[in-house]
């Protein structure tokens, strides 16, 4: 079984809603840490949505993504969320969750700061 595995992904229609999950394999991960989503578009870079902290006392977004996305965690269910109102067409992309491995802070926010990945879920706006 994969470490990290997403869903939620699916087609919505332009200022639709999704709620994108990622679950934590409790074998590899028995206790809490950072989580983050990224998001990639065939041909560009991978991009940072939203990033967690262990006890969700940092919450941190992508510009484009401050207030219309919310991140969430529960970490007795090992689950993360990311909520996404108002979509429109530039938010099609395959969505990944990500976690660190040993400490993490904030201000590593790069794709390269993290270790384990999920293989993505795909979100398509429709216009």
């Known amino acids: 079984q994969a470490q990290l595995v997403e869903s939620g992904g699916g087609e919505v229609q332009a200022g639709g809603s999704l709620t994108l999950s990622c679950v934590a394999d409790?074998?590899?991960?028995?206790?809490?840490?950072?989580m983050a989503w990224f998001r990639q578009v065939p041909g560009k870079d991978r991009d940072l949505v939203a990033a967690?902290?262990?006890?969700?006392?940092?919450?941190i977004y992508a510009d484009s993504a401050k207030g219309r996305f919310t991140i969430s965690r529960d970490n007795g269910r090992k689950i993360m969320w990311l909520r996404m109102d108002s979509l429109g067409p530039e938010d099609t992309a395959v969505y990944f969750c990500?976690?660190?491995?040993?400490?993490?802070?904030?201000?590593?926010?790069?794709?390269?700061?993290?270790?384990?990945w999920g293989r993505g879920t795909q979100v398509t706006v429709a216009s």
């Open positions: 409790r074998r590899s991960f028995p206790g809490a840490f950072p």
């Open positions: 990500a976690a660190p491995y040993g400490s993490w802070y904030p201000s590593q926010l790069k794709p390269s700061d993290f270790d384990y």
């Open positions: 967690i902290s262990r006890t969700a006392d940092s919450l």
